[in-house]
């Protein structure tokens, strides 16, 4: 986990043994982060969070899971509020992947149309859907629908 | 090229190409349009017009151009007496009424709807408005009014009103850039273009210009397109008076106009234009509202794959 950056977050907390180590989280995302992971819950294992911890490009947030592996869902949504999140997945205190979050070019079913006149906010059989795009540090999203844009504060509207 | 079976959505689907190709076909069906001779190109097709908030003049224009190429017309009618009052989506309803129809047009409130509605069905949707959304066949017809009545080609046009709400005039600026057209924009700062739209103008070269005052840009334009500035968005209805009062166009104001120049408008007007103006040359917009017939005529004979 060290990547050449200041390690002070990292000795805060213990390693893990088998789960993902989502790292390189937008600082102040990583509360966004575990509603979309839909944690904590029942079958949650041990959760670590670190928030505005420093690093060489400024202050992040790390999240720690122990005993899950994320799906492609759940990473799509972390790439809307987090572009430069890394995944790493841990096997027997190693790191056995690492990977950036890929930004789709269409989400569906994930974040909620800011306009309440929008089609996909009424009672009909479809899910929202974006085109995703980047503003320089910004994802950009557009609605298939309305073609309103939501650029800030994704997070809060998750689905 | 082909247009059979394509839902019309929104402009942005549009190449330069495609426009002329509708522009084109309209010109040719147009003493069809006017009654001047007759059509049975679609004959046997139905058209399904579902309109879900009033909008006598589209829906007339739709049902009067698929009348004139022989084809019949199948309204949803009052909303509160249909299946829609009972809580029936709009996919569900565009389920049922396609299999009714070759094609629907579709006016609804909800912005979007239009493209929902070409998710669920095999005929092709005509989008005629969703709410702020998209009025592609009212483009269109301004595009054809423009090239029938003045010059698409180096075309230097003014735009006057309620710039900002306008979804007439934000469709129009689209397609105008394809054709390097001029751009003035008119309008009181609370009605302004949004920036963005201006932005993606200046980005595809075309020269956009901003003023308060209809005076300074008259002088210089082959086409004045004014929009109704609506009441309700002004809170003090003397601010309103003024705004209004500042963009009327008069006969002493065309006269410093170009002799050529078109006087064009979506319609209804309220007071944007003097009722003396319609008796001079430049008053365009009753044209105006007839060009829709042949364009509608072209979009529904190409859909429905009667022309190419």
């Not at chain 1, 096997?91 to 994930?110: D, L, Q």
């Not at chain 2, 273009?193 to 901003?210: F, W």
Request: net charge negative; proline share 5%; hydrophobic share 40%.
């Amino acid at each position: 986990m060290s990547n050449g950056e200041t390690p002070v977050p990292e000795i805060r907390v213990h390693p893990i043994k088998n789960g993902t180590v989502i790292d390189h989280i937008t600082a102040g995302q990583a509360l966004n982060v575990l509603n979309i992971l839909n944690i904590p819950n029942a079958a949650s294992g041990v959760i670590s969070i670190i928030i505005n911890a420093p690093s060489v490009h400024g202050i992040k947030d790390v999240v720690k899971i122990e005993g899950r592996e994320l799906n492609v869902d759940e990473v799509d949504k972390i790439s809307l509020i987090s572009p430069k999140a890394t995944i790493n997945i841990i096997r027997n205190f190693e790191v056995s992947e690492k990977t950036h979050v890929h930004i789709p070019e269409i989400v569906g079913g994930v974040v909620k149309c800011i306009n309440p006149n929008c089609i996909s906010n009424s009672n009909e059989p479809v899910s929202s859907k974006f085109t995703v795009s980047t503003d320089g540090q910004r994802i950009v999203l557009r609605c298939l629908y309305c073609e309103r844009i939501i650029s800030e504060d994704i997070g809060n509207h998750l689905l | 090229m082909t247009f059979k079976d394509l839902h019309i959505i929104s402009m942005k689907s549009f190449s330069r190409d495609m426009i002329d190709h509708i522009l084109d076909t309209a010109e040719k069906l147009e003493p069809i349009a006017s009654g001047k001779t007759k059509s049975d190109m679609l004959d046997g097709k139905v058209l399904a017009v579902m309109f879900f908030e009033p909008s006598t003049r589209t829906r007339m224009s739709f049902e009067t151009a698929m009348m004139r190429l022989g084809g019949d017309v199948l309204s949803l009618g009052s909303v509160d007496a249909s299946s829609i009052a009972k809580g029936e989506t709009l996919a569900d309803t565009i389920r049922v009424v396609q299999g009714y129809s070759n094609a629907i047009v579709l006016r609804h409130n909800k912005e979007g709807a239009a493209q929902l509605a070409s998710e669920f069905s095999s005929v092709p949707i005509i989008n005629a408005g969703d709410g702020a959304g998209h009025h592609p066949t009212q483009t269109f017809l301004d595009l054809y009014t423009i090239r029938r009545e003045s010059h698409l080609e180096g075309l230097k046009i003014a735009l006057a009103g309620d710039l900002k709400y306008g979804r007439t005039v934000h469709s129009l600026c689209y397609a105008l850039s394809l054709y390097g057209a001029e751009i003035t924009l008119i309008s009181p700062k609370e009605l302004r273009m949004p920036a963005e739209i201006i932005e993606d103008l200046r980005s595809r070269n075309i020269k956009v210009t901003e003023t308060d005052s209809i005076e300074e840009a008259i002088a210089d334009v082959d086409v004045l397109y004014a929009t109704r500035i609506q009441k309700e968005r002004f809170p003090d209805p003397a601010e309103y008076r003024k705004v209004a009062n500042s963009l009327q166009i008069t006969t002493e104001l065309l006269e410093k106009a170009k002799p050529d120049l078109k006087v064009m408008h979506p319609l209804p007007r309220t007071n944007e234009i003097d009722p003396k103006v319609d008796d001079t040359p430049h008053a365009c917009y009753f044209k105006q509202s007839f060009y829709g017939v042949p364009v509608r005529m072209a979009l529904l004979a190409l859909v429905m794959g009667a022309l190419e």
